[in-house]
């Protein structure tokens, strides 16, 4: 199936065909394989973290601009299959340290 993922609370738009069954994690680590690998499909935001942890997936606000993150109910839990969304959005966890950042 192919599901619309809307990237950091923006129009920045990626359509990703994968099965229902796929994990959460999984599908989030996918995606920030594509975003290493093609970082213009995203502007020029750079990817904060390389760890998946660090994101997490949520559903559509229907009330919303088309792309904005439901934050009123949890994230979609990340060791569930990814179920039958035709749109998701993308966001970093808040509070969430990189242990790959490297600090001056």
Excluded: W
């Excluded at 609370?9 to 994690?25: G, M, W």
């Excluded at 020029?44 to 997936?57: I, M, S, V």
């Excluded at 990340?78 to 990189?98: H, M, T, Y």
């Amino acid at each position: 199936m192919d599901v619309k993922v809307y990237c950091f609370n923006s129009p920045a738009l990626l359509q990703i065909n994968i099965s229902k069954k796929h994990i959460v994690n999984d599908v989030i680590k996918h995606i920030i394989t594509i975003y290493k690998r093609t970082p213009e499909l995203f502007g020029k935001r750079p990817l904060r973290h390389e760890e998946p942890e660090g994101y997490e997936l949520r559903l559509i606000d229907d009330d919303e601009e088309f792309y904005t993150p439901f934050m009123e109910i949890s994230p979609l839990e990340k060791n569930q299959p990814i179920g039958e969304f035709d749109a998701l959005a993308l966001i970093e966890v808040r509070g969430f340290k990189s242990k790959n950042l490297t600090t001056p």
